[in-house]
T-cell receptor
Framework: GAVVSQHPSRVICKSGTSVKIECRSL??????MFWYRQFPKQSLMLMAT?????????EQGVEKDKFLINHASLTLSTLTVTSAHPEDSSFYIC???????????????FGAGSRLTVL | AQTVTQSQPEMSVQEAETVTLSCTYD???????LFWYKQPPSRQMILVIR??????QNATENRFSVNFQKAAKSFSLKISDSQLGDAAMYFC?????????FGTGTRLTIIP
């Protein structure tokens, strides 16, 4: 089945530094990738949608200069948290889908998530 | 904007019994998809079941089935013969206009 690999699973960084999280589709071409943020015991909040080769679309209230998203190929999207601060500490999850509707094996596949802790 | 509402923050069920999780959504679109996802303590999102809005027949996947009421914008999940491994957070999600929107989740506890 479709597999999405997300790396790193855990990262700790100092305040003011930047952190990059990778999301790779291993066995399919992901035309669209989504990035979510999840606070403890809360739901997943969509941060942005990225389509291969074009600029990401950010949700209202998400700082595009703080959360840089790049979708340079059909199998890789990256989220860079720039100048991270303790309030950026959270669980970040990516998901990916191939082109077309959700029929058969084409589903939204999620990565295992990345826990970011900013000291 | 689409909204998804799960009115049950927590539910519990005796092992081997049946439980129903509720979900309602708001949309002006006619073509969309609905999903139930399970998130165990590992936090990996696992697809439980999906429903295309244009299909009237309710989706089923083994012990999991849905009651999709399009006019009422309701999409409940029924888990039959509950097992200990079903314990998790369950999220209802709506996909439309190229976005997946999640409800607030229901924490399901299985009582042995």
């Amino acid at each position: 089945g479709a597999v999405v690999s997300q790396h790193p699973s855990r990262v700790i960084c100092k305040s003011g530094t930047s952190v990059k999280i990778e999301c790779r589709s291993l066995d399919f071409q992901a035309t669209t990738m989504f990035w979510y943020r999840q606070f403890p015991k809360q739901s997943l909040m969509l941060m942005a949608t990225s389509n291969e080769g074009s600029k990401a679309t950010y949700e209202q209230g998400v700082e595009k200069d703080k959360f840089l998203i790049n979708h340079a190929s059909l199998t890789l999207s990256t989220l860079t948290v720039t100048s991270a601060h303790p309030e950026d500490s959270s669980f970040y999850i990516c998901s990916a889908r191939a082109a077309g509707g959700f029929s058969g094996a084409n589903v939204l596949t999620f990565g295992a998530g990345s826990r970011l802790t900013v000291l | 904007a689409q909204t998804v509402t799960q009115s049950q923050p927590e539910m519990s069920v005796q092992e081997a019994e049946t439980v129903t999780l509720s979900c309602t959504y708001d949309t002006s679109e006619s073509d969309y998809y609905l999903f139930w996802y399970k998130q165990p303590p590992s936090r990996q999102m696992i697809l439980v079941i999906r429903q295309e809005a244009y299909k009237q027949q309710n989706a089923t996947e083994n012990r999991f089935s849905v009651n999709f009421q399009k006019a009422a914008k309701s999409f409940s999940l029924k888990i039959s013969d509950s097992q200990l491994g079903d314990a998790a957070m369950y999220f209802c999600a709506y996909f439309g206009n190229e976005k997946l929107t999640f409800g607030t989740g229901t924490r399901l506890t299985i009582i042995p």
